[in-house]
């Protein structure tokens, strides 16, 4: 089946630093990923959508400089949260669709980023 | 715009009694809407509960069942009889059918499910 993976699951990170977080499709081609966020007492609210060999698109308030990511093959992307701070606080989802027209999202089990 | 509301928690019910968790949309910018029913169990990741495409028809899985309608932009969760392993977070969510923005799927604020022995 579909899965996908998520790493670290958690990690605690000084104020100004930053995060690294990693996103593994394991049983299909990841040809488009979302990164998505949570933050405390919220919904999941989408940062960027990625898709092999096409450039990466960003939400509203949310920005490459702050958010880089990377997805270089169809089972791998990742994302950075630079210079963290308490309002990045919260849950990420990475979550990976196979093909480009009307399939499920596979989420992974997150990465939390707690700052301190 | 586009936007998923559903039933505030926490829901608590006892086990197998009936559950309802309401979810209405509003689709202004997405020309095919899909609607889905995710659920976060304590401890792991978000999971695809059920979905549905075309509007009118019914989705089920685990013993749970909602209908898209369109008419009432409505896609309100159901069971019969609820155990307490349902419980868990369920988020409701609308998303587009074709091309890259499918991914964008726009999530209500989460129902937390509490089933009590």
């Known amino acids: 089946g579909a899965l996908v993976y998520q790493y670290p699951r958690r990690t605690i990170c000084k104020s100004g630093t930053s995060m690294r977080m990693e996103c593994q499709a394991v049983g299909f081609q990841a040809t488009s990923v979302a990164w998505y966020r949570q933050s405390p007492q919220k919904t999941f609210e989408l940062i960027a959508l990625s898709t092999v060999n096409s450039a990466i698109k960003y939400e509203q308030n949310f920005t490459q400089e702050k958010f880089p990511i990377s997805h270089p093959n169809l089972s791998f992307s990742s994302m950075t949260v630079l210079n963290a701070y308490l309002e990045d606080r919260g849950l990420y989802l990475c979550g990976a669709r196979e093909g480009n027209s009307g399939n499920t999202l596979y989420f992974g089990e997150g990465s939390r980023l707690i700052v301190v | 715009g586009d936007s998923v509301t559903q039933t505030e928690g926490p829901v608590t019910v006892s086990e197998s009694e009936s559950l309802i968790i309401n979810c209405t949309y509003s689709a202004t910018s997405i020309a095919y809407p899909n609607l889905f029913w995710y659920v976060r169990y304590p401890g792991e990741g978000l999971q695809l509960l059920l979905k549905?495409?075309?509007?009118?028809q019914k989705g089920s899985s685990r013993g749970f069942e909602a209908t898209y309608n369109k008419e009432t932009t409505s896609f309100h969760l159901q069971k019969a009889s609820v155990q307490e392993s349902d419980s868990a977070v369920y988020y409701c969510?609308?998303?587009?059918?074709?091309?890259?923005?499918?991914?964008?799927?726009?999530f209500g604020i989460g129902t937390l499910l509490s089933v009590k022995p």
């Open positions: 969510a609308l998303g587009d059918h074709y091309g890259s923005s499918g991914n964008k799927l726009i």
């Open positions: 549905v495409i075309t509007a009118g």
